[in-house]
């Protein structure tokens, strides 16, 4: 039996305008079950790289397969696969939890959406909100309906561009127990964006560390920091933001 390809396969991806390089031809992968940390600092090319896997932004070069389906050649059956979730983008705030959950699915195409409403309203504690404008939620329980909006079409790549930003700590854990779980239920895979070192550290998997459009180190989190002489992930994140150079392979010849 041949095995399942990666949820998300990227290979040699480039985004340039003009002649800046927003991605520098960028190469990974994200596992089924796997939660995927995608750092670096400010302008380091991650929601380049996030807006090319949604299909919003077209790359200048290079390739993205989700579960094997090329994004490029086959955007419809590609996209069906994914999801996404992040604070700068939230839903509509004049429709109530229930109306923007059924917008969505629709747009989604999902089958049984009213049962699937119903699921979601629960997993997510958001009964008592269902007929409450999203507007006037706190940034909690947005995020809560963002993440079960995300959920609708069950994706099997979840995108998350840095979703506990802004939440108290207890619902930051809250969230993110959300996420490693439905990671390790499913036969999904996540990629997630954040500035918060502990987090990252506590959820992912396997980390990528972007920085001038280049990945320049992956790893293990808990692990990573060792190796490269560090004693945080932090003190990992810091060195690589302000000596990127120093982790670069010389040009060749
Ligand atoms: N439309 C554009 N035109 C020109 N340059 C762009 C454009 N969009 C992004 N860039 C540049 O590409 C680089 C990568 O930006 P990007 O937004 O992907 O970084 P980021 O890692 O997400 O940063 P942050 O953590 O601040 O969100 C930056 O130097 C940015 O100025």
Redesign the pocket.
Known sequence: MTPSPPVLSVSSLR?A??D????GGITFEVGRREVVGLL????????????MLLGV?EPTSGTIHIEGVDLASRRVQALERTNFAAVYAPLPGNLTVAQNLRVFGLIYGVKGLSARIEALLTEYDLQRFRDTKCGVLSSGEQTRVSLAKAMLNQPRLLLL??PTASLDPATAVDIRDRIRAFARQGDSGVLW?S?NMYEVEAVCDRVLF?S??KVLLQGDPKTLPGEHGHDTLEALFIAVANEPLALERPPAP
């Open positions: 985004k305008y003009g800046r390089m927003a991605v670096g600092p400010n302008g380091a090319g991650k929601s380049t790289t996030i807006n932004l561009d840095e964006t500035h972007m001038r459009g």
